[in-house]
């Protein structure tokens, strides 16, 4: 089992900055990838980046160049979002999966809302 525990997040302007963190504890040997994801209200939950043991990285098109996702070590990861935008709101969530399974394990979600 893998538990994730989120910080970060809050109200900032558009075009500004942020970054989220999530911690991740227990069976941490066995992650295979990172991801983060986000569901905006009255919208389905949508894969927003990704960072796999090997080093791969890959985002969503609507954050590419945007977003950045990385994991320091075993346990941190991070996603540094610049130049939000208003559509960026949503509450937000990290996830872990293991090698050739789905994500799995899930983060206690985080609000991030961008005003005007």
């Known amino acids: 089992q893998v538990q994730l525990a989120q910080s970060g997040g809050g109200l900032v302007q558009a075009g500004g900055s942020l970054t989220l963190s999530c911690a991740a504890s227990?069976?941490?040997?066995?992650?295979?990838?990172m991801g983060w994801f986000r569901q905006a209200p009255g919208k389905q939950r949508e894969f927003i980046a990704e960072t796999t043991s090997s080093g791969a990285r890959n985002y969503a098109d609507s954050v590419k160049g945007r977003f950045t996702i990385s994991r320091t070590n075993a346990v941190f990861t991070y996603l540094r979002m610049a130049n939000l935008t208003l559509e960026d709101t949503a509450i937000y969530y990290c996830a872990a999966r293991l090698r050739l399974a789905t994500y799995d394990f899930w983060g206690q979600g985080t609000q991030v809302t961008v005003s005007s």
């Open positions: 227990g069976n941490i040997g066995r992650i295979y990838a």
